[in-house]
């Protein structure tokens, strides 16, 4: 996977604060998951049905092109949000 890729930053940040007994306080962030991971999820989520849109084969258990298609559509959104800020 290329470094360059753009992954939409975190979708669920926390931050977690921490005092260590001498009046500091410690901060600490979890990034969580890429909002890339979010929407390729989501897109998972049309395959609930068990059917494969990229193959058009009901009861696909093809999960290696499942998952490709479901990130080329996370990166197709990141892409669209991209170029919807540039608008």
């Known amino acids: 996977m290329s470094?360059?890729?753009?992954?939409?930053?975190?979708?669920?940040?926390?931050?977690?604060f921490e005092y260590d007994g001498r009046d500091n306080?410690?901060?600490?962030?979890d990034d969580g998951m890429t909002l890339r991971d979010y929407f390729a999820g989501q897109?998972?989520?049309?395959?609930?049905?068990?059917?494969?849109?990229?193959?058009?084969?009901?009861?696909?258990?093809?999960?290696?092109?499942?998952?490709?298609h479901c990130y080329a559509i996370a990166d197709a959104m990141l892409e669209a949000m991209e170029a919807a800020d540039a608008d």
């Not at 306080?25 to 962030?29: A, K, S």
């Open 3 to 16: 470094k360059d890729r753009n992954d939409g930053g975190p979708a669920y940040p926390t931050q977690t």
């Open 25 to 29: 306080v410690l901060q600490y962030q």
């Open 43 to 68: 897109a998972l989520a049309s395959y609930s049905e068990g059917n494969c849109v990229e193959c058009s084969e009901p009861e696909c258990q093809d999960y290696d092109q499942i998952a490709k």
